[in-house]
């Protein structure tokens, strides 16, 4: 191994969010990359892992650990021209080069080997469906049974690929040169010319199933099929050379190539809408984490972020006292709603108060943050809420109430407000004086939280029992 160089549930939906739109950003380079050419990129399940490598005079390997507002340059590899990146998971990975070679990781390239597959032949796309078997194609196919430490030609009459797609074991599709598109299903053993050389270049498939999939290429090529089988050709709106493609999940595709073209699918490739961004700028390499966050790369040092922030939950669960965060994979602030301050230390997925109040959490992953809706959490004996009083500040009766409530040592201009157990708001008055009457009469029999706040400070709060 070569070291390497390190250059009672209760569901709480969303009452305030961060960012909601759907879109493209560019990503500032690092310092001194704002000319490198970058080629792919890809990310570990963690959805804040992610890795791209890039080209100025021999390529090179960068590093996102927040994924991918910021990136760092990890390792150089002087005179290689690298051509594709695969990551199986967390820890393994292989990127081939220009001249037969693979260079493999089993520790997110703190060491590699170097594997050696033929001589001098330019080697585009790397795909593995296991720690064993996988294919790469370039001038011809080559595929491997134990990780590339050997590998076998399987062309069969397939040349000159420039994309793989695997779906299992035996079963591998690849697309290339001059249209061609070929299919395996044993193996390698034996390769099915699908599409016959004769079109224009094609230069990425991705599959979204066993039968549904898009290949792109030359011209705003895009080929479609839905049987795993034929491929038809499919209207897109653009008529520039299209690099990549990334399956992002269900019916979602995303295609990127020349003069910044970025062009989306929602209904797996049947209809494209145009989304490109406004640079000249050619883009090599797409690919999505999810439906929720993905990234566009290219010349010039470009590199642009896609968040669908709508799509990171920011409900929580509340289970007896204890409340915890539906999202996975995000960073979390437990947050005190009488003041909004984030509590000290409350870092993790769940929170457990150890006094009565309103709580909430703010969850942030695939650059996005969101706030959930605040709840409320009712400890006896805690000294915070007790009926019809909080910390001696906030008196009212009576309680269990019916029609009327009266508010005492308010201050003039103050909001008294009313919500219900989800914290939802119901009722909302603003005080004259220092004692307020209330009408209740539109609420039902329940269980209410009364608050008193001053500008946006809550300076009240008790538990309201309604009954008629």
């Given at each position: 191994?070569?070291?390497?160089?390190?250059?009672?549930?209760?569901?709480?939906?969303?009452?305030?969010?961060?960012?909601?739109?759907?879109?493209?950003?560019?990503?500032?380079?690092?310092a001194g990359m704002e000319d490198v050419q970058f080629e792919r990129v890809a990310c570990l399940d963690d959805e804040q892992t992610c890795f791209m490598i890039g080209y100025k005079n021999g390529s090179i390997l960068f590093r996102s650990r927040d994924a991918g507002s910021t990136w760092d340059s990890l390792l150089a590899f002087p005179g290689q021209a690298l051509t594709s990146l695969f990551f199986l998971h967390d820890t393994i990975s292989w990127m081939p080069n220009d001249n037969g070679v693979v260079f493999k990781t089993t520790n997110q390239w703190a060491s590699w080997d170097t594997l050696y597959v033929k001589p001098n032949v330019r080697l585009n796309d790397i795909q593995f469906i296991d720690e064993n078997t996988g294919w790469v194609g370039g001038h011809e196919i080559f595929g491997t049974t134990n990780g590339g430490a050997a590998w076998t030609q399987?062309?069969?009459?397939?040349?000159?690929?420039?994309?793989?797609?695997?779906r299992n074991g035996q079963t591998a599709f690849v697309c290339g040169n001059n249209g061609i598109i070929g299919k395996t299903t044993n193996g390698g053993a034996n390769w099915q010319v699908l599409v016959p050389p004769g079109g224009d270049h094609l230069?990425?498939?991705?599959?979204?199933?066993?039968?549904?999939?898009?290949?792109?290429?030359?011209?705003?090529?895009?080929?479609?099929?839905?049987?795993?089988?034929?491929?038809?050709?499919?209207?897109?709106?653009?008529?520039?050379?299209?690099?990549?493609?990334?399956?992002?999940?269900?019916?979602?595709?995303?295609?990127?190539g020349v003069a910044g073209t970025i062009i989306h699918s929602a209904d797996s490739g049947a209809t494209w809408t145009d989304q490109s961004v406004s640079t000249g700028a050619e883009l090599r390499g797409v690919y999505f984490t999810s439906p929720a966050l993905g990234f566009a790369?290219?010349?010039?040092?470009?590199?642009?972020?896609?968040?669908?922030?709508?799509?990171?939950?920011?409900?929580?669960?509340?289970?007896?006292?204890?409340?915890?965060?539906?999202?996975?994979?995000?960073?979390?602030?437990?947050?005190?709603c009488a003041d909004n301050s984030d509590i000290s230390g409350a870092t993790g997925k769940t929170y457990t108060p150890q006094a009565s109040g309103r709580y909430a959490v703010k969850v942030k992953a695939r650059g996005c943050e969101q706030l959930s809706r605040c709840v409320t959490i009712d400890i006896p004996g805690s000294g915070i809420v007790t009926p019809g009083q909080l910390s001696n500040t906030l008196r009212f009766y009576p309680n269990p109430a019916g029609n009327?409530?009266?508010?005492?040592?308010?201050?003039?201009?103050?909001?008294?407000?009313?919500?219900?157990?989800?914290?939802?708001?119901?009722?909302?008055?603003?005080?004259?004086?220092?004692?307020a009457t209330v009408d209740v009469t539109p609420l039902t029999n329940g269980i209410y939280l009364i608050q008193t706040r001053e500008n946006a400070t809550v300076t009240g709060m008790g538990k309201l029992v309604i009954q008629k």
């Open positions: 191994m070569k070291k390497l160089l390190l250059v009672s549930l209760i569901w709480v939906m969303a009452g305030f969010s961060g960012v909601f739109a759907q879109t493209w950003q560019r990503v500032t380079a690092p399987q062309s069969n009459g397939v040349y000159f690929i420039q994309s793989v797609a695997i230069y990425q498939m991705r599959m979204a199933t066993d039968n549904i999939g898009v290949a792109v290429g030359h011209f705003g090529t895009v080929l479609r099929t839905t049987d795993g089988s034929g491929f038809n050709t499919v209207s897109v709106p653009t008529t520039n050379i299209l690099i990549s493609v990334a399956h992002a999940g269900g019916g979602q595709f995303w295609a990127v790369v290219g010349d010039s040092g470009r590199v642009y972020r896609y968040t669908n922030c709508s799509l990171l939950s920011d409900s929580l669960v509340q289970t007896g006292n204890q409340l915890s965060a539906y999202a996975d994979n995000a960073a979390y602030q437990w947050v005190n009327l409530v009266t508010v005492e040592h308010t201050r003039p201009g103050s909001a008294i407000t009313i919500l219900d157990i989800s914290g939802r708001e119901i009722i909302r008055t603003t005080t004259a004086g220092t004692t």
